[in-house]
């Protein structure tokens, strides 16, 4: 049974992850302040490093938050899909998808000190998508990891492109035609 301790410490850890990640997707990583995210949450700003030991210790707990509400999403319970976009399509409205766009551009410079996170964060991406796509559905003369790469880069790309410009991107629009494309490359051509 937990006690009343434990609740208001798990609650305050919460808090502080849920206004990191906030911030980390607002701000960036580097950009955002222990003081910041304490005013955010409501919440001592010595608390993150009782919670979390340190900001790269933070950014891990926000990362793995963010990551297992993705992965959420892919159950593994659910059945492989025909159609390899079913689970994806959804996750270019995220908002969590706007932190990983955000992390993205901190994350692809040398010495980054969240690209590990990042990397560790698509791999499990793409393992639950290959994992979503039947064998069958692999379009002929390619490859089941290829298609993985290329349909997360694209989810991602597009979200990207709403989030700069989202009156210039239609959303169903481009579900609809890269959904297309996928199915024209895996049907077999006469």
Same mark, same amino acid.
């Given at each position: 049974m937990a006690t009343r301790r434990m609740e208001q410490t798990q609650e305050s850890r919460r808090r502080l992850v849920t206004a990191a990640a906030e911030l980390f997707a607002?701000?960036?990583?580097?950009?955002?302040?222990?003081?910041?995210?304490?005013?955010?949450?409501?919440?001592?700003?010595?608390?993150?490093?009782?919670?979390f030991g340190n900001k790269p210790g933070l950014l891990e707990a926000v990362v793995d938050d963010q990551l297992q509400a993705v992965l959420a999403g892919f159950g593994p319970e659910a059945a492989p899909s025909p159609d390899p976009l079913d689970q994806l399509a959804g996750f270019i409205r995220r908002p969590a998808t706007r932190l990983f766009i955000t992390l993205l551009a901190e994350a692809v410079e040398v010495?980054?000190?969240?690209?590990?996170?990042?990397?560790?964060?698509?791999?499990?991406?793409?393992?639950? $998508?290959?994992?979503?796509?039947?064998a069958d559905s692999v379009p002929p003369g390619t490859t089941r990891e290829?298609?993985?790469?290329?349909?997360?880069?694209? $989810?991602?790309?597009?979200?990207?492109?709403?989030? $700069?410009?989202?009156?210039?991107?239609?959303?169903?629009?481009?579900?609809?035609t890269l959904r297309a494309l996928v199915q024209a490359a895996a049907s077999p051509t006469s």
């Open positions: 607002e701000k960036g990583y580097r950009q955002t302040s222990f003081i910041d995210i304490a005013e955010r949450a409501g919440i001592s700003r010595g608390s993150i490093p009782w919670h010495g980054s000190p969240i690209r590990a996170h990042y990397a560790r964060l698509h791999a499990a991406l793409r393992e639950a $998508v290959q994992a979503r796509i039947p290829a298609l993985t790469v290329l349909l997360v880069g694209a $989810v991602i790309g597009v979200h990207a492109q709403w989030r $700069v410009s989202p009156e210039a991107v239609d959303l169903a629009a481009v579900e609809t």
